[in-house]
């Protein structure tokens, strides 16, 4: 497998995770 593609979609999960969180957050506070 690709080391590039799999630290890509890594870092694009935590990028996604990080977004819900925040809006979540945006949403109680």
Same mark, same amino acid.
Request: aromatic share 6%; proline share 0%.
């Given at each position: 497998?690709? +080391?590039?593609?799999?630290?890509l979609?890594? +870092?694009?999960?935590?990028?996604?995770?990080?977004? +819900?969180?925040?809006?979540?957050?945006?949403? +109680?506070?």
């Amino acid at each position: 497998m690709n +080391i590039v593609k799999k630290i890509l979609i890594k +870092i694009s999960k935590n990028i996604k995770k990080y977004l +819900i969180y925040h809006i979540i957050n945006d949403i +109680i506070i």
